[in-house]
T-cell receptor, first 113, second 114 residues
Framework: DQQVKQNSPSLSVQEGRISILNCDYTNSMFDYFLWYKKYPAEGPTFLISISSIKDKNEDGRFTVFLNKSAKHLSLHIVPSQPGDSAVYFCAASRGRGTYKYIFGTGTRLKVLA | DVKVTQSSRYLVKRTGEKVFLECVQDMDHENMFWYRQDPGLGLRLIYFSYDVKMKEKGDIPEGYSVSREKKERFSLILESASTNQTSMYLC?????????????FGDGTRLSIL
């Protein structure tokens, strides 16, 4: 049973426009969420996170939104740049300090120049 | 910067061999993790360790074991390699100091079992 779902395997966006990556989860006990970015032949790198006490967290061009009632989070990248082309994974954790993440299957973002 | 180093980027082994994947982190992190990444399946947790000599099973531990004799080193062992263990293996570490510390990943080992 996939507890964290990324239903779009791929997404193409024009440079300078907004990229929106979506993630849904089923377990209401999840209370910490993260986004990772992965380039080919490299390990995932941490991008941004949000705890369940917030509904928005922003870091430069990256903003994560959390809708607890819908069990949905999204990552917005504005403006998108060609260097943002990568696979993006969302992850969720149950309980502050449990340290275990459940990852989604990833969305491949392609930013077109 | 956190550095998580996996000993091999690419590895080719034969069915039935015992395979060791090594991971070292330099940030004195308490937690270490082994994942495998497969197309369409994302990252799946094999084992993790929250202290030296401590280990816990993740979601897919069958066919694997781990060893953590020193804080900085976490080894994944394929007891008798099989072709369905061909995959990308990722090691990660994280700190327990402060809440919500993200995991930091190595660059992965692409393992092929022939």
């Amino acid at each position: 049973d996939q507890q964290v779902k990324q239903n779009s395997p791929s997404l193409s966006v024009q440079e300078g426009r907004i990229s929106i990556l979506n993630c849904d989860y089923t377990n209401s006990m999840f209370d910490y969420f993260l986004w990772y970015k992965k380039y080919p032949a490299e390990g995932p790198t941490f991008l941004i996170s949000i705890s369940s006490i917030k509904d928005k967290n922003e870091d430069g061009r990256f903003t994560v939104f959390l809708n607890k009632s819908a069990k949905h989070l999204s990552l917005h990248i504005v403006p998108s740049q060609p260097g943002d082309s990568a696979v993006y994974f969302c992850a969720a954790s149950r309980g502050r300090g449990t340290y275990k993440y459940i990852f989604g299957t990833g969305t491949r973002l392609k930013v077109l120049a | 910067d956190v550095k998580v180093t996996q000993s091999s980027r690419y590895l080719v082994k034969r069915t039935g061999e015992k395979v060791f994947l090594e991971c070292v982190q330099d940030m004195d992190h308490e937690n270490m993790f082994w994942y495998r990444q497969d197309p369409g399946l994302g990252l799946r947790l094999i084992y993790f360790s929250y202290d030296v000599k401590m280990k816990e099973k993740g979601d897919i531990p069958e066919g694997y074991s781990v060893s953590r004799e020193k804080k900085e080193r976490f080894s994944l062992i394929l007891e008798s390699a099989s072709t369905n263990q061909t995959s990308m293996y990722l090691c990660a570490s994280s700190s327990t100091r402060g809440l919500d510390q993200p995991q930091h990943f190595g660059d992965g080992t692409r393992l092929s079992i022939l």
